[in-house]
């Protein structure tokens, strides 16, 4: 039990004064009244001075108290409040649409009777895109490295809707060493790929790019699908799994300092553009 | 036995048109006469064949499948 005994600072800061008022009082017993600062004995028989004294001391000594543990609960809340935004992009971070591992999964499962060599490929690809994403939480990424997993998971796009998907890159060679969040494009890549290309017949076009412009990096995904409605347009930041994920995963990380924009032209298709800061550090943000 | 039940799938994946087909072949009561890749390729055919059963995916270009 006495192992648990911690020194508690307030229990001391009260303690104090008590041990100060008996030594004052032994010290009045010993040496006599007239050389301490004591209580005349005709003040003593009245009840409201003594009452005054302790209300005084206990006053004294609960007001710093209080404004100490205050202190310190609120620094404690701060504490947990990090902790919480530290738990909130983890989670953000490793959620993957359970839409597309159960097709990629379907796929795999008919692709293991036709062709067992393309199922292995497409169980290589996805497991390679699993893995990112289980380390995306703590994980900061050049741009170069964010497209090659971007790669893995057109690879298995491409495979389950065959050559009628097409992809371009316009990928400025300056951009390439950005900064930028693990796995925050495929949601977005993902988005165009069902926006835009599943709706039309004949297949369709994803086009992705990345420029530098006034400090920043941009990035855009395109497609020339159907195009959104305003009601869609509107709406599609906020719901479902994807994009929404990605809205607030860069507020966390970058607070006011990006731009997630939707702009779309009905029956021409739908950019997505993503503006952040270039080149941050990667310790300050994973904090 | 039991009588087959006929059958059309609709789905714009065909790795995913392949693997339903498969495994309502396992069930032997079902049996598929016809495939579609959308919804508006499924109407002739449905039209023409009159299945018992279609097997319509959601998302699909062209018509979806709530039409």
Request: hydrophobic share 45%; net charge negative; proline share 5%.
């Amino acid at each position: 039990m006495l192992r648990n005994v911690k020194v508690d600072w307030s229990v001391i800061l009260l303690l104090a004064p008590v041990a100060l008022e008996l030594l004052r009082q032994a010290l009045g017993w010993r040496f006599g009244e007239d050389r301490l600062f004591f209580l005349h004995p005709d003040l003593r028989s009245m009840l409201w001075p003594t009452l005054l004294i302790l209300l005084t001391t206990v006053l004294c000594v609960a007001t710093p108290i209080k404004i100490w543990n205050n202190a310190r609960i609120e620094h404690r809340l701060e504490e947990q409040e990090k902790l919480l935004l530290t738990a909130r992009v983890d989670a953000l971070a490793s959620q993957i649409n359970p839409h597309f591992l159960f097709n990629t999964l379907t796929s795999i499962s008919s692709l293991i009777r036709s062709k067992p060599e393309t199922a292995r490929t497409v169980i290589v690809k996805l497991s390679g895109l699993l893995r990112r994403l289980l380390r995306s939480r703590d994980h900061f990424v050049t741009l170069r490295e964010e497209l090659e997993s971007i790669d893995e998971y057109l690879d298995i796009e491409l495979i389950r809707f065959g050559p009628q998907l097409k992809v371009d890159k316009q990928i400025s060679p300056d951009t390439l060493d950005t900064i930028v969040p693990s796995m925050i494009l495929q949601p977005l890549v993902e988005n165009s790929i069902k926006h835009g290309f599943s709706r039309q017949v004949g297949g369709g076009r994803i086009t992705l790019r990345s420029f530098r412009q006034n400090g920043h990096a941009v990035i855009e995904v395109e497609d020339d699908g159907s195009g959104m409605t305003e009601d869609q347009l509107s709406t599609a930041l906020t719901d479902g799994i994807g994009l929404s994920n990605v809205n607030e995963r860069l507020s966390v990380i970058y607070g006011a300092a990006y731009q997630l924009k939707l702009s779309s032209m009905p029956g021409i298709g739908t950019v997505i553009r993503l503006e952040i800061p270039e080149l941050m550090s990667a310790e300050r943000i994973t904090a | 036995m039991n009588p087959s039940l006929r059958a059309v799938l609709v789905d714009d994946e065909q790795l995913a048109r392949e693997e339903l087909h498969y495994m309502l072949n396992q069930l032997g009561t079902v049996e598929v006469i016809a495939q579609a890749g959308n919804g508006l390729e499924a109407i002739p055919i449905i039209e023409r064949v009159s299945p018992e059963v279609v097997f319509l995916d959601v998302q699909m270009p062209g018509l979806n499948g709530f039409g």
